[in-house]
C-alpha cells in the first residue's frame, strides 16, 4: 500500500515523535522539534552509528579492526575555515557543481547550447522553449566563450558536424532554466561525459551571525553547514594526540545548518539537521579500496538497522563511469531510500564521496600550517585522500519512521510502527491488569529493575486494549503484562507487537529475553558472529 506522508506526519505530531518548530507560534519553515520518542529514536540511530564506527568500528580487508576515532568540534569555526573549503566566495547566485572535475560554476555564467549531430528542432517562443525531437548531445559553456573556443572543444568530444551556428533555431538558454532531466545528458563544460553537472544550488546556504559585541562584518561568523569541515581542521590535532595512523578514520556526529532555499518534505530537508559524518583518511592509492569497503559497511549498517526492503538502494557507479573519474576521484555512491514523496524514486540516505585531497590542500594554504602526512616506516610524505560517508540522522530516522509504518485494519490502533526493537523509542511497556496493588506493586518493581539497562513505560491507566493499541502506534516491540497469574506462579504475558501473539514467561528472565532480542542491530555484529 503507498504510504501518504500526511498519515506519517500526523503520527509524529499525535504521538510525540516529531513537531513543527515554534507551534504555538505557526512554526518556523524548515525547523523542526523532536518529541519524547522522536529523541530516543533519533538517539538510538545515533548511537548505533557511533558504536559501529567509533566503539567497535569495522574489521578491515586485512583482518584486523581499522581505526577510528571521534570528535565533537564547534558548530562556528573561524570564518577563513569556509573560505578554503568553498562555502563563502562566489556567494549570492546559484551555483553548479561538475561531480567529474570537482569544479564550481555560477550558474548564470552558463549557458547550453545544443548541438546535435543530426538536427536540432526546436521552437523559441517568447514564453518557453520546447525542444522537439531527440537531442543527441548538449553542451554547457561559459557564457564568454567564443564560437571558435566552442567549435575547438566540440571537435575534441568528438563531435563532427561541429557547431551549429547562430541562425536563430539554436536553442540558446540560461543554465538555469534547465530541468534535471536536461542535465543527465548536459556535458560540463570541462568534462568529458555527459551528466556531470548538479542542479543549480543556492550556495548562500549558510546561517550567519556575529561573534561578540560589534555587527561588523569583522566579526561575522557562520553556522557550519556540514560537520565534515570540523574534521579537516582538527586532522592534525588528532594526528599529534593521538595513536592512530594511516590509514585511519575521524568520526563525528552533529548539528548541520543550511538555509535551503526549498525546505520541504517534512524533516527530509529542513535547515536544521543533524549529520553523522565519518573523513577516512588513505593513501591516494587506496581509495578505490576504501570507497568499496565504506559502501558496503554503511549498506550493511543501513540494512542492520531496519532498512532491509527493496525500499533500500545503493547507487553504485559502475567500472565504465569510474575510469572518467578514475583522474579526478571517483565520485560520489550513494545509499538511497524510497520515500513515500520521492517514490517510485528514491532519494539520497548517505553518500560515499571521495573528497579527495581536496580539503587539506584547501586549509593547508589558507592556513599556511602543514597538513601533510609523513609515513614512519616509508618516509613517504603525501597529502592524504578521503573517502566520505556522509549521513543525515535526522534523515534516517525519517526513513526508520517511513519503514516501520504498517497499516493494519485488524487492530484497534489501525497501525503499528514494525521499528528493530534496537530502534524502537521503548523497549517494552509494563501493563499491571489493573490499578490494584498487588498488580501495580510486581509491574512497579519489573519496571525499576528493567529501566537501569531499557528505555521502559510502565502504564497503569485505561483497559488493557487501549494500552495496546497505543504501544503499537509508538513502536514498541514487547509488552509485559502482570495478572493474577503473576502473584501465583511469577510468570508475566509477552506480547508481541507484530504477530499480537501472547506466551508467558517467567518474570525473573523478562531482562534477559529484551537483552536478546535487542540484538543484533549494529552493522559489525554480523561479521562477529559469523
Ligand atoms: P542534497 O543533495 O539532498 O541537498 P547533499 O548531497 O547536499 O544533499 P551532503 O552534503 O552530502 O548532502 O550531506 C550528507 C547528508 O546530510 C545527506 O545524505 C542527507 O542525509 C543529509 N542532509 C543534507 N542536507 C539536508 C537537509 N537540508 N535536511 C536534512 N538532511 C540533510
Redesign the pocket.
Known amino acids: 500500500m503507498d504510504l501518504d506522508m500526511k498519515d506519517v506526519v500526523a503520527l509524529c505530531k499525535r504521538r510525540g515523535f516529531i513537531f513543527p518548530a515554534s507551534d504555538i507560534y505557526g512554526g518556523i519553515n524548515?525547523f523542526w522539534d523532536y518529541g519524547p520518542l522522536g529523541v530516543e529514536l533519533k538517539n538510538n540511530l545515533r548511537d548505533l552509528w557511533w558504536k559501529a564506527m567509533v566503539v567497535t568500528p569495522p574489521i578491515g580487508p586485512d583482518g584486523t579492526p581499522v581505526q577510528i576515532v571521534g570528535l565533537d568540534s564547534s558548530i562556528i569555526q573561524n570564518p577563513k575555515a569556509w573560505v578554503a573549503s568553498g562555502h563563502v566566495g562566489g556567494f549570492s547566485d546559484p551555483m553548479v557543481d561538475c561531480r567529474e572535475t570537482k569544479k564550481r560554476y555560477r550558474a548564470d555564467h552558463l549557458i547550453q547550447r545544443i548541438a546535435d549531430k543530426v538536427k536540432v528542432l526546436a521552437d523559441i517562443g517568447s514564453e518557453e522553449i520546447k525542444i522537439k525531437g531527440k537531442v543527441a548531445k548538449a553542451f554547457a559553456f561559459p557564457i564568454d566563450a567564443t564560437n571558435e573556443e566552442m567549435d575547438r572543444r566540440l571537435k575534441k568530444l568528438g563531435v563532427k558536424k561541429g557547431w551549429i551556428s547562430h541562425d536563430g533555431t539554436m536553442p540558446e538558454l540560461a543554465f538555469a532554466d534547465f530541468s534535471k532531466q536536461d542535465l543527465e545528458t548536459l556535458v560540463g563544460p570541462d568534462a568529458s561525459e555527459p551528466g556531470t553537472l548538479?542542479e543549480p544550488?543556492e550556495f548562500n546556504l549558510m546561517f550567519e551571525s556575529h561573534a561578540g559585541p560589534v555587527q561588523s562584518d569583522d566579526n561575522k561568523v557562520y553556522l557550519r553547514?556540514?560537520t565534515a569541515q570540523g574534521i579537516f581542521l582538527n586532522f592534525k590535532n588528532v594526528l599529534d594526540s593521538s595513536r592512530v595512523r594511516m590509514p585511519f578514520g575521524i568520526a563525528q556526529i552533529g548539528k548541520?545548518f543550511?538555509n535551503?532555499v526549498n525546505?520541504r518534505n517534512f524533516?527530509?530537508?529542513?535547515?536544521e539537521?543533524?549529520?553523522m559524518?565519518m573523513e577516512w583518511f588513505c593513501h591516494p592509492d587506496e581509495v578505490e579500496k576504501w570507497r568499496d569497503f565504506w559502501f558496503e559497511e554503511r549498506t550493511k549498517f543501513w540494512r542492520a538497522v531496519g532498512l532491509a526492503s527493496d525500499n533500500l538502494q545503493m547507487r553504485k557507479h559502475g567500472d565504465d563511469e569510474l575510469s572518467h573519474y578514475a583522474k579526478e576521484g571517483l565520485g560520489?555512491s550513494?545509499i538511497e531510500y524510497k520515500f513515500p514523496f520521492t517514490a517510485p524514486d528514491f532519494?539520497?540516505?548517505?553518500?560515499i564521496?571521495h573528497r579527495c585531497d581536496f580539503d587539506l590542500t584547501a586549509h593547508q594554504e589558507h592556513s599556511g600550517q602543514k597538513l601533510e602526512y609523513m609515513d614512519p616506516v616509508t618516509q613517504e610524505k603525501y597529502m592524504p585522500h578521503v573517502i566520505e560517508p556522509?549521513?543525515?540522522l535526522?534523515?534516517?530516522a525519517l526513513a526508520l519512521i517511513c519503514e516501520a509504518y504498517t497499516v493494519d485494519e485488524s487492530r484497534p490502533s489501525g497501525v503499528y510502527l514494525n521499528f528493530h526493537p534496537a530502534l524502537a523509542p521503548k523497549k517494552a511497556a509494563i501493563l499491571p491488569l489493573s490499578a490494584k496493588e498487588e498488580h501495580v506493586g510486581p509491574a512497579t518493581k519489573l519496571y525499576l529493575a528493567l529501566r537501569e539497562e531499557f528505555a521502559v513505560d510502565l502504564d497503569i491507566k485505561q483497559n488493557i486494549g487501549k494500552r495496546y493499541a497505543r504501544q503499537d502506534e509508538i513502536g514498541t516491540p514487547y509488552c509485559f503484562t502482570i495478572d493474577n497469574d503473576t502473584i501465583e506462579d511469577g510468570t508475566v504475558t509477552v506480547r508481541d507487537r507484530n504477530t499480537m501473539a501472547q506466551e508467558r514467561i517467567s518474570m525473573d528472565k523478562v531482562a534477559e529475553y529484551l537483552r536478546e532480542k535487542m540484538k543484533p542491530a549494529g552493522a559489525n555484529q554480523e561479521k562477529e558472529a559469523a
Open positions: 524548515g548538479t544550488k553547514p556540514e548541520a543550511r535551503e525546505p524533516i527530509f530537508r529542513s535547515r539537521f543533524e549529520q559524518e560520489t550513494d532519494g539520497e540516505l548517505e553518500g564521496a556522509a549521513a543525515g535526522t534523515r534516517g
